[in-house]
C-alpha cells in the first residue's frame, strides 16, 4: 500500500484544515489508518485513529474534542478535520496503515505516507 498525504498548509490559530490521506496499491479496505505528527526538536506522536468501518475512532487528548478523522473506502481517503487550531499543533502530519482489525494507536502501522507540514500561526 502506497499512501499520500495532502491539505497541509498555513493557518492562523483558531483555524481548520483538512489532511487527507490516499491509499494505493493493495487497495482492499480492511486496513486501519493512523495520524501522527511530529514537531521541530520533538518525537513523532499518535494524533488520531480509525478502525477499517470507520466505526471506531481514536484520539490524543489535546486533539479531542478539535479533531476528527473519518474515511471513505469507495474513494481510499482517509481524512482528518483539525479545527480550532493552536500553534502547538504545528509540525508534519504523517497518515500510517496496517491491515488489522482494531484501532491502533501505537506506531504499530506498516505502511507510511511522506508527511504534510502543518503551520498554525499565533
Known amino acids: 500500500v502506497q499512501l499520500q498525504a495532502s491539505g497541509g498548509g498555513l493557518v492562523q490559530a483558531g483555524g481548520s484544515l483538512r489532511l487527507s490521506c490516499a491509499a494505493s496499491g493493495r487497495t482492499s479496505s480492511n486496513y486501519a489508518v493512523g495520524w501522527f505528527r511530529q514537531a521541530p526538536g520533538k518525537l513523532r506522536e499518535f494524533v488520531a485513529a480509525?478502525?477499517?468501518?470507520?466505526?471506531?475512532?481514536a484520539y490524543t487528548d489535546s486533539v479531542k474534542g478539535r479533531f476528527a478523522v473519518s474515511r471513505d473506502n469507495s474513494k481510499n481517503t482517509v481524512s482528518l478535520q483539525m479545527n480550532s487550531l493552536k500553534p502547538e499543533d504545528t509540525a508534519v502530519y504523517y497518515c500510517?496503515?496496517?491491515?488489522?482489525?482494531?484501532?491502533?494507536?501505537?506506531?504499530?502501522?506498516?505502511?507510511w505516507g511522506q508527511g504534510t507540514l502543518v503551520t498554525v500561526s499565533s
Open positions: 480509525i478502525d477499517w468501518s470507520g466505526a471506531r475512532t
Open positions: 500510517a496503515a496496517r491491515y488489522i482489525a482494531v484501532v491502533l494507536t501505537t506506531s504499530e502501522y506498516h505502511y
